[in-house]
């Protein structure tokens, strides 16, 4: 080992390693017994730091250019199909931080939402930026050097009674392992982030089957039936939408691209309880899933196709004549014809809650009128148009519906998605029916947001 020679460092401060430069790291005592040897860093008179010898490999003032200088590392031990270890570590054992894996699926989709591009054809800045977004979604939390174990599908003990919080690692998946460092008290992040990037493996091919028959049209969209997964695979992914743009996607981004961005997981009771995908608008739609089993396999169905017929119906007309945004406040101007109309609603809320209320079975138009929706049915019948303004919260997407319902009972919905954040865009669907696939959009979050953390990582 070469040592440098001693000298006083900046404040005086004075590198001491405890006889080590003139002995060897360990001693013998009198009985022979081994001790590991201390390092100690001393200002004035009183210890600042102590590191036992055998945790160093060399003492160095000067640090070579390939040496990493950061209170965090991290490393991958273990990669299979459906699951990772990795170790944290960290230069104090109080030494704060979140950790997650990040699927490139969900990366890129956030990239793709912002920058209107790949996350690999970003500069490292943004991306460590998008990064840092899916962590703000959801976080583990630990302190000092640690290792992880995530499974597929497996609790990670951070649910409560209503909701099981699970892991996801799919195979053939490329994931980002990211830490940053935050506050040890009051969980604020720092400065500091690092990641690195592994694949799971190929999956074999599963045993079991999941199987998919179209049950043809109900009153509120496309039944389906499925069968062979009841106590064989952990869970079915599904995607779900027009036959056109599906198709479409899978040429553009191939079929994995498809099911890592767009697949929702149910478990195969869910199917088996309520298999109905509701939509409003008319067309041919497409359902494609997903098995996957315990040991990291899957299995895939063979594409069911399925028309839907909308009921034929010619609701109001509803114009748009202006729209502004900025610093929480929203105001949008429109015009109903004709204008004698039995209902017309305004109603705003977050774009996550109106599609939570879709997914429950409610109808736009039911949304769009609820109790605490604005009825301006008499502003609209007797001046045709009326212009809607309210104050929301910031950085977050909302929605607004504006309803209206003639005396033939025909209705007609306008659905506007907006953000207030600048240069965001607005997302407006006139006539609104059901949006297919689904869309997905992150919350907009500030650099200095601070992460979701799902409690404490339960160690496997």
Known sequence: MNIPALRPLRGSLLLLAASAIA??????????EV??????????????GRYDASAVDYITFDLPGDI??????LTVDEVGRNNVTYTVSTETP?????????????????????YGGSIDELDEATADYILKLCLESA???????????????????????????????????????????????????????????FTTLDPGVSPYK??????????????FDFSGTSGE???????????????????????????????QNWTPDQLLEDAVWMVDESGEYVM??????????????????????????????????????GDGKVSVGFEITPSNVSEAYVYVDTENNVDDMLNDGWKLWEIASRPKALDVTYEINTMGEYNYSCEVTPDIWHTMLIYALDDSSNRSVCRINFNTAEDSTWDVINPAGRPLPSRIRPAIRHKGASPVIKKNFQHR
Request: proline share 5%; glycine share 6%.
């Open 23 to 32: 002995a060897p790291l360990c001693t013998a005592s009198a009985a022979d």
């Open 35 to 48: 001790t590991p040897e201390t390092m100690y860093l001393v200002k004035d008179n009183r210890v600042v």
């Open 68 to 73: 990493i200088e950061t209170p965090i590392w």
């Open 94 to 114: 109080s030494t704060a931080y979140v950790h997650n894996i990040i699927s490139w699926y969900l990366a890129n989709m956030y990239a793709m939402t912002y």
């Open 139 to 197: 976080a583990y939390i630990g302190m000092g050097t640690d290792t992880y174990t995530q499974r597929d599908y497996e609790d990670d003990g951070t649910g409560n009674e209503y909701y099981t919080s699970r892991f996801s690692v799919q195979p053939a998946t490329k994931y980002f392992l990211v830490a940053w460092e935050v506050d040890p008290v009051t969980q604020e992040p720092l400065d500091t982030m690092v990641k690195t990037t």
């Open 210 to 223: 999941v199987e998919v028959e179209s049950l043809g049209q109900v009153e509120d969209g496309l039944a």
């Open 233 to 263: 695979l952990l869970y079915v992914t599904t995607v779900f939408g027009y036959r056109s743009t599906m198709e479409a996607y899978i040429a553009a981004y191939g079929e994995d691209n498809l099911f890592g961005t767009w697949g």
């Open 288 to 325: 494609m899933c997903r098995g996957f089993d315990a040991d990291g396999n899957m299995t895939s169905s063979t594409p069911v196709y399925a028309t839907y017929e909308a009921p034929q119906s010619e609701g109001p007309k509803i114009e748009i004549l202006s729209r502004s945004k």
